[in-house]
Nanobody
Framework: QVQLVETGGGLVPPGGSLRLSCAGSGRTFSRYVMAWFRQAPGKEREFVAASARNGAHEYYGDSVKGRFAISRDSTKNTVFLQMNSLRPEDTAVYYC???????????????????WGQGTQVTVSS
């Protein structure tokens, strides 16, 4: 009964901010790589951010560096994605992912993750 549940998506104007949450259940994810991916209609699933070593290491996709921040709360088994300076091209379904056995150099590949949430829609529009 491993589950990842994303919340916090919605409609936001360009330049605005939004914080997504991903709550894990069924096991403790402190030793897992936790990541965010996104997928827009007609496009491939894109790496957004990842957190390894219980938050000690952070990784970001080129398109979101300096604007997004990933963080973790181990006491709540939850990972967050703070999104600032949002742009229309950030519009997508955002997915939370987790895996306990992968090489860090491969954490940008969605095929490396065994556990996924259902996704939450983020729409950036005026």
């Amino acid at each position: 009964q491993v589950q990842l549940v994303e919340t916090g998506g919605g409609l936001v104007p360009p330049g605005g901010s939004l914080r997504l949450s991903c709550a894990g259940s069924g096991r403790t994810f402190s030793r897992y790589v936790m990541a965010w991916f996104r997928q827009a209609p007609g496009k491939e699933r894109e790496f957004v951010a990842a957190s390894a070593r219980n938050g000690a290491h952070e990784y970001y996709g080129d398109s979101v560096k300096g604007r997004f921040a990933i963080s973790r709360d181990s006491t709540k088994n939850t990972v967050f994605l703070q999104m600032n300076s949002l742009r229309p091209e950030d519009t997508a379904v955002y997915y939370c992912a987790a895996d306990q056995r992968l090489i860090l150099s491969s954490l940008r590949r969605h095929t490396q993750y065994d556990h996924w949430g259902q996704g939450t829609q983020v729409t950036v529009s005026s």
